[in-house]
């Protein structure tokens, strides 16, 4: 019990911090990191959730299920936001902090 | 073959499948796009006719996918409002799915950006077979944590459409959209979390059947609604909104702005009126009811303070939500005709004239190149059909009679009346003034030909530009003479929510 406890807490502990980080920080991949952060607190919780001492019955597969597929779509969902931030830091004129200048697109090309 | 008999509750996975097999074939060929994507639409009308057959002839049905049965596996269930806001993703899907084939071979026979252009369409395409694939599923889903998937699907498909104009300004938009949707979600997922503990079930008809009353199911209640209310932009949370349905193409406007957010309003109403049912409160209801009105208030105001025309119908779009929420506190009052039929039906008519309003107005900036209301003069001129279309959809959205915004917000008037609930009533008055002051505001300006306008009729015609829209408008005015049609279809459909709401439909 004290074992999901103190998992479950750590979870929401995560998904407090990573929420904290996504409103007040500007920057996007600190926002996908951010958001990132949310989605393994959700499933920490989840995982928690199953959890069963060795020998005191059978785990439960649902939650694992879940974070399994809530797994998949974070990591697409995270791919799309980085091509999206990537695409904006390209087109937009005024560059975000730590933009390399060796690494730039003349503006012709990316339309 | 017992699948293909009519009777088969089978069929109710066409709805799902046949958008995603058009999906994936859109996006392995590259010509040919428009018509599987066309045949996928038309498909998929016909299916949910004949679901809507089905569900007159033997009621509410079920269908345990692959044969597990509920608490393990994901049940589907068609009912009254499920197959209604069925009905109005696959009319409205068929018509922007024609429109957008006008819209894109109108910007590809502009030869200077033909190329980007054509990339735009290439990718159009699969993206909304997926989108519509992800809200079928939806509204047929009958388990929480399928609802978490499809809202994703959803999600992911409808931010890289808003992202397809390529624009910096609509890349940041759905990067925003993204990232709230993204957090809509993931609230929603931790709200699971905790259902999941508390009951161990997912199934929403089992976790009606609980109707458990403890801490954990009003935490997990709570996150629920918050993370899909995120996701319908109810009034402080729809900052997002404008830019990202704005800045978007003409189609995908429409697509966002007409069944997107119906999606998660859906699931929002299914849990309020339905499975939590014996949960809710009558502050928390009020509460909704209060978010409603201001953003109905809000909304309204800021329409009217935009100079850009598709910004102004984006705002329109935060304030016709407000009533469907203004609709919750009401939801209890017994005026003949219950309140929560009137919410699908005013969803149901928002859905038909604001994908006809954004199809219009991409038109007008296809036509002019700018959508800046103060220049809007004179477009009667050369898009005599897509101006009426506006009028229309402009009349279903300030209320006038016959349309089916009409009914919706009467309904609502002599609800709360009824329920000597009046400051409802005066939300809802003050709310259609304000959108006839926005409405009229462009119309004026649209009908108006100033002297001396060079009549010029130099622009290729395109039918399949003008006339979705038009349709779309007429469907949302002539709701208002058939508004029996789908009541009918919610009562005969719908035996829980009846049950809940005792006195029933006449």
Known sequence: MITTLIYSLTGLILFGMGFFTLIIHSHPLRKILAVNVMSTGVFLILVATAYIPLGEGEIDPVPHAMVLTGIVVSVSVTALALILACRIQETSNSSLPGRKQQGEVPEESIR | ?506
């Open chain 2, 1 to 506: 073959m017992t699948v293909f008999q009519f009777s088969s509750p089978a069929w109710m996975v066409c709805p799902v499948i046949l958008p995603l097999i058009a999906g994936l074939f859109c996006f392995l060929f590259s010509h040919r796009t428009f018509a599987i994507a066309l045949a996928a639409a038309l498909a998929n009308l016909l299916v949910v006719c004949l679901l809507t057959g089905q569900l007159l002839v033997f009621g509410p049905m079920r269908c345990h996918m692959g044969g597990w049965q509920p608490p393990l596996g994901i049940t589907l269930r068609t009912d009254g409002p499920a197959l209604l806001m069925l009905l109005m993703t696959a009319v409205t899907g068929l018509a922007i799915t024609l429109y957008a084939k006008g819209y894109f071979s109108y910007r590809i026979s502009d030869p200077r950006r033909a190329g980007r252009h054509q990339r735009q369409q290439r990718y159009f395409w699969p993206l909304w077979m997926l989108l519509l694939a992800g809200l079928n599923g939806l509204f047929l889903s009958n388990d929480v944590f399928n609802v978490y998937v499809t809202l994703e699907l959803i999600g992911i498909s409808a931010a890289s459409l808003a992202a397809l104009s390529g624009k910096p300004a609509s890349l940041l938009a759905s990067f925003r959209y993204l990232l709230v949707s993204l957090l809509g979600s993931l609230t929603y997922l931790l709200g699971i979390v905790f259902l999941y503990r508390s009951n161990g079930v997912l199934d929403l008809d089992l976790l009606q059947n609980l109707a458990a009353n403890g801490l954990g199911i009003r935490t997990a209640l709570a996150l629920m609604s918050v993370g899909l209310l995120l996701k319908t932009a109810l009034f402080p949370l729809h900052f997002w909104l404008p830019p990202a349905h704005a800045n978007a193409l003409a189609p995908v406007s429409a697509i966002l702005s007409a069944l997107v957010v119906k999606g998660s309003f859906y699931m929002l109403f299914r849990f309020w009126f339905e499975t939590f049912q014996s949960t809710i409160t009558l502050p928390a209801l009020n509460f909704m009811g209060f978010l409603g009105a201001v953003a109905v208030l809000w909304g309204a105001v800021q329409a009217i303070r935009q100079h850009r025309l598709k910004l102004m119908v984006a705002y329109s779009t935060v304030s016709q939500l407000g009533y469907l929420f203004i609709a919750f506190p009401l939801a209890g009052v017994d005026g003949g005709i219950p309140v929560w039929s009137i919410v699908i039906f005013m969803a149901l008519a928002h859905a038909c004239a604001k994908s006809a309003m954004f199809m219009a107005a991409g038109t007008v900036f296809l036509h002019l190149g700018h959508d800046r209301i103060k220049d809007l003069s004179g477009v009667r001129a050369s898009l005599p059909i897509t101006v009426f279309a506006y009028g229309i959809a402009g009349v279903s959205l300030m209320g006038l009679p016959p349309s089916g915004g009409f009914v919706g917000k009467w309904l609502l008037l002599t609800a709360s009346l009824g329920s000597s609930q009046w400051w409802w009533a005066l939300v809802v008055i003050t709310g259609s003034l304000l959108a006839s002051i926005y409405v009229f505001r462009v119309m004026s300006r649209l009908f108006v030909i100033p002297e001396g306008f060079p009549l010029k009729k130099s622009e290729p015609h395109f039918r399949l530009l003008e006339w979705p829209a038009m349709v779309l408008a007429l469907i949302s005015l002539f709701l208002g003479l058939a508004a029996s049609w789908p009541l009918y279809i919610l009562a005969h459909g719908t035996t829980t929510l009846a049950k809940v709401f005792a006195g029933g439909l006449p």
